[in-house]
């Protein structure tokens, strides 16, 4: 079982629509918790951190829930620009764990 | 005033040989890293060094050697080049102050072994 997974996807959404990715962690021991975004063919970058009280950055907000081992990222009013792969990270033994992505396309 | 650097962008090779990546991060970091992102998009650690001290080393065929001359630098000697070798390679860094969790990378090193 893979430590981090993700609907690959590619989500397809239009303009202005609101979309959710959800991720799964198979560490009960994990601390930390992350949401990257990578455009294609470019490095990752931090989008924001997860805390177990969720947190909202914008139009982006992101959830943990400890229980079911879940983590998910919720994008309002999507733009163009958002066209991208989330990946969902969590920590293990003091090193970062990537999921492979998912895909968001975002249409005029 | 690039705060993660790499070279080469591009490293096309033939099978057997040896080629080197370089890192530099002008970020006064304390720790670097080096990934690998496979055709499968999987962004897996390979090495991480705190002050030039290795810290992580995963299960990496020995014929990856990272080097770290100095805090600010971290590079990877890569051996009997195979196609498998053929990835994106990330360096990235962070800081005890931040948080060794946000970690600032590259923008890569596409490598393709022929």
């Known amino acids: 079982r893979k430590e981090v997974e993700q609907d690959p996807g590619p989500f397809n959404v239009p303009e202005g629509a609101t979309v959710a990715f959800n991720c799964t962690y198979s560490?009960?021991?994990?601390?930390?918790f992350f949401w990257y975004r990578q455009d294609c063919r470019k490095e990752p970058k931090l989008l924001m951190s997860?805390?177990?009280s969720g947190n909202e950055d914008g139009r982006f907000t992101a959830q943990l829930n400890r229980a079911s081992q879940y983590i998910s990222l919720l994008i309002r009013d999507s733009k163009l620009s958002d066209s991208a792969t989330y990946l969902c990270?969590?920590?293990?033994?003091?090193?970062?764990?990537f999921g492979s992505g998912t895909r968001l396309l975002v249409r005029p | 005033d690039t705060a993660v650097s790499q070279t080469p962008k591009y490293l096309v090779t033939q099978m057997g040989n040896d080629k080197s990546i370089k890192c530099e991060q002008n970020?006064?970091?304390?720790?670097m890293y080096w990934y690998k992102q496979d055709s499968k998009k999987f962004l897996k650690i390979m090495f991480s060094y705190n002050n030039k001290e290795l810290i992580i080393n995963e299960t990496v065929p020995n014929r990856f050697s990272p080097k770290s001359p100095d805090k600010a630098h971290l590079n990877l000697h890569i051996n009997s080049l195979e196609l498998g070798d053929s990835a994106v390679y990330f360096c990235?860094?962070?800081?005890?102050?931040?948080?060794?969790?946000?970690?600032?990378f590259g923008p890569g090193t596409r490598l393709t072994v022929l």
């Open positions: 990235a860094s962070s800081s005890q102050e931040e948080g060794l969790d946000t970690q600032y």
């Open positions: 970020l006064g970091h304390d720790t």
């Open positions: 560490n009960s021991a994990s601390q930390s």
């Open positions: 997860v805390y177990s």
């Open positions: 990270v969590t920590d293990s033994s003091y090193k970062l764990i």
